[in-house]
Every structure is written in C-alpha cells, then in structure tokens.
C-alpha cells in the first residue's frame, strides 16, 4: 500500500454590544482556573504599555548580547515571555552550557519554547536533563536531540521526557540506514516515518510529529488511510499543512469528519468548499460543530449576511478559531476609536485577520496613522490590510519618508494611503525617495532608519 502511496464610531452601537460580553465573561471565569497556570509566570499583561515596552526591550537587549540572536527573533522571543532582569536567563544560560549546549543550540531551544527563560531551572530544564542522563544518554546525543527536538524539554512526566526522546533517536538512527535494508522488523513508527521521509516530508516536521501526544505515526492501518487520504488531495508533503491534515485524519473517525462536514453544509457551504477550505486550514475540522456555528453566528450579528460570513471563513478559515468574546472586543474596540459599523464590517471583509489583531495594536497605529498622518478612518478602512503591518519596520520608515517630503515642501500632502504603505518597496522608493535624492539625499537614511525621524 505504501508503495502507492508513495507514488501517487458609535455609542449606540457599543451599547448594543455589551450584552454580548456578559456570557462570555462568565464563561472566561469558569474555565479561569485553566489559564492560570499559562500565564503566571508571564505578568507583563498587568503592566502599564510603557512598562511593558521597558521589559521587551531589556529582553532584546539581553537576547541580542548574550546569545548573539537577531533583532528580529529576539523580539519575537519577547513576545512570549519578557523580563526586567537577568538573574534568572543567565542561569539558564549557565545551565545548558553545563551540558555542552552551544550557544548557537541554546538559541534553537529558547526560541521554540522562551517561557524557560522566566521559570526556575532547577525545577524544569535541570531535572529533565539530569533524568536524560540518568537513563543513558551521551553528551553528544543529548545536545544533538534536544536541539532538534527543543519540545523534549517542554514536556511533563517521566515518560513523556525520556520516551520521546528515545522515539527520535530512533528515527535519527534509522535515517543513517540504507533504505534498502530488511524493514521487517522495523515498528511501526519507524516504517511510518520512513514512508513519511520518502514521501518528502522534512525532518523538522517528522520530529515534532514524534513527540505529539495524538502519536499520529504509531499506528498503522489508520496511519496507511490518512497518509493515503492526504496525498489525494494534493497536499504538499514539505509543507506543515500536510502534517496538520494528517493530524485531523488520523484523530477523528470517518463519522466525526461527517460530522463536521454537515456542520458546515448547515451553514450553507457546499461539500467542495468545505474541503476547500480543509486544504487552506487543516485545523478548520478540529473544531466542535458548536464553536464553527458559534462563529459563525457571532459575525451574522456584527451585522454581517450569511453569504459574507461564508466568503470570510473561505477567505480566512482560521476566522473559525476566534473565540466569540474576541469578536466582540474587536468591533468594540474600532468602534471606540471612531469607526462606524459599517466602515467596521468593510474592514472585516477585505482583511479578516483584524479580528485577530490586540486591542492595544489597532489602537496604537489608528492613533498614529489618524493624529500624525492626516488620514481619516475611512482611509484605513478601505486599506485595512495596513492595521498589520510592523509599526517600527515598515509603517514608521514610510511614513518618515512622508513627512520630510512635506515639511520640506517637495510634496503638496500626505498621499493617498495606498500609495504610501500598500505599494511596493521598490516602487515606493522609486517615486518618494530617489525622485527627489538630489534636493533631499538623506531620505534614503530616513527610510533606513539610519537618520533620527521626525516628529
């Protein structure tokens, strides 16, 4: 079988909206107890966003210095977990290269799982490793697999540290191996991620699947089905979507998938959009035939039709995910800085992904794109794609560039809002910075960041 496979803005409108908060508040209380434990090593939520700012920068800092990582990973690490001083990550640090960790490996685990740099190492990282050793596994071995497998470490219990760490080494070893060596008797799990490395699946995804709890490559006739299943439907192998969908297949029954299927049919999705929508977003039939209707209920009563729902969730299927309460924070959140509902649902339906968007972010870059460069919320609107950009690396550069045109008379006005942040690099500088290098030659730095911007 193998072989086949193998081959083949208003008040009004926010009053109307708060009786929605209410059961959702609730419901955020009852379950509180699940939350706590993920987020209390993480207070910079409770901080002031000058405070909090403080923090990630000292992060980056650190980050940068210590580690020698880029900016741009640094901040990312930042965001998942930040602190103010550097007692604790240092003795992480101090830690790991105890064991012979490089700094280079060091870097590869702390970006996959930050929240060891603001826990105790001694409860978490040293026993792990010390259980590790404890059960035989050499110094090369352990630096060699735990960096290829950070998730080893993130673990909880006995088995799950040492047993998934076994698993991979067992797959790394098999990988040194001739292909054409007996494979009668191989386990499961070796045939299966053999057949999945044939197939083109990359190592980093085959190991992740290795340490997954649903254990999607220890069976064998379920495993051949939902192998079989993925590459009919013209999934790509190197891609994470085909190690998602082969999630979904190999955890939910035929009967389930039905299920889910007819769940969406309800909504008015044919069969063929739902599985179109399987293939932008695998995850899309994990959810519970109560929260895809949910979803889909919550944004009829933004004030959105049935149809409009439907091209946003084939649009943007991930929209299925946003838990209702975040819906609601967000059309309160644009309408509280002045949007109109209507403006709200344009914005909605030219870029679902602004559901997703912090409350502080869009308020951050609709203040600054309102009060400093002149544009109207109907601007933003109409461009709403612009509300996820990098405020530091894209919008300020640009929007630099602007006000020094302006300021120095090169220019009548702020432009367009799509022409300044929707056009390409290239055709941006070509039209606001070397158009006028000549009279202006330090815009260049401006958008550079090299020269000091303007206020």
Avoid at 293 to 298: A, D, S, V
Avoid at 349 to 377: I, N, S, Y
Wanted: charged residues 25%.
């Amino acid at each position: 079988m193998f072989s086949l496979i193998l081959h083949g803005r208003r008040s009004r409108e926010l009053h109307r909206w708060r009786n929605l908060k209410a059961p959702v508040l609730n419901l955020l209380l009852q379950n509180a107890s699940a939350f706590a434990y993920s987020f209390s090593s993480v207070t910079a939520a409770d901080l002031s966003p000058e405070d909090e700012r403080k923090r990630k920068s000292f992060t980056v800092s650190y980050l940068v210095d210590s580690l020698g990582l880029t900016t741009k990973l640094a901040e990312s690490i930042s965001v998942k977990a930040s602190f103010e001083e550097k007692g604790n990550p240092d003795s992480v640090l101090k830690l790991l290269r105890s064991y012979g960790f490089t700094d280079l490996q060091i870097s590869s685990i702390i970006a996959t799982y930050p929240r060891f740099l603001i826990e105790n190492p001694e409860n978490t990282l040293r026993a792990k490793l010390h259980l590790l050793k404890l059960n035989g596994a050499s110094s090369s071995e352990l630096t060699e697999i735990v960096t290829k497998v950070p998730k080893i470490l993130g673990g909880r219990g006995h088995f799950s540290t040492t047993g998934y760490f076994d698993y991979v080494k067992e797959v790394l070893q098999d990988q040194g191996k001739s292909s054409k060596s007996p494979k009668g008797n191989q386990t499961n799990r070796a045939r299966n991620v053999s057949v999945l490395r044939e197939l083109g699946v990359p190592q980093r995804l085959l190991l992740n699947l290795l340490v997954s709890k649903a254990k999607p490559v220890c069976g064998k006739e379920r495993f051949e089905g939902s192998v079989k299943k993925i590459v009919e439907m013209g999934f790509d192998p190197t891609s994470p979507k085909f190690v998602n969908a082969l999630y979904v297949f190999y955890e939910l029954s035929e009967k389930t998938l039905e299920q889910k299927v007819d769940a969406y049919k309800r909504l008015g999705f044919s069969v063929d959009e739902v599985w179109a929508i399987f293939k932008k977003w695998p995850y899309s039939l994990k959810y519970s035939e109560k929260k895809i209707t949910q979803t889909f209920e919550t944004l009829k009563r933004c004030g959105l039709t049935e149809e409009e729902v439907r091209t946003i969730l084939k649009k943007y299927p991930e929209c299925v995910g946003t838990s209702e309460e975040k819906i609601v924070n967000s059309f309160e959140t644009f309408l509280g800085l002045g949007f109109r509902k209507d403006e709200f649902l344009m914005i909605i339906k030219r870029h679902p992904q602004c559901l997703g968007l912090a409350a502080d972010t869009v308020k951050t870059k609709t203040e600054f794109l309102v009060k400093k460069m002149g544009w109207p919320l109907k601007a933003i609107a109409s461009t709403p794609i612009v509300l996820g950009f990098s405020l530091e690396k894209f919008i300020y550069p640009r929007c630099n560039v602007i006000k020094a045109l302006v300021s120095k008379g090169l220019i009548g006005g702020v432009p367009a809002i799509s022409s300044v942040l929707t056009s390409s690099k290239d055709r941006f500088l070509k039209v606001f910075v070397k158009k006028h290098e000549e009279v202006s030659p330090e815009l260049n730095s401006i958008f550079t960041g090299a020269c000091v911007s303007i206020d």
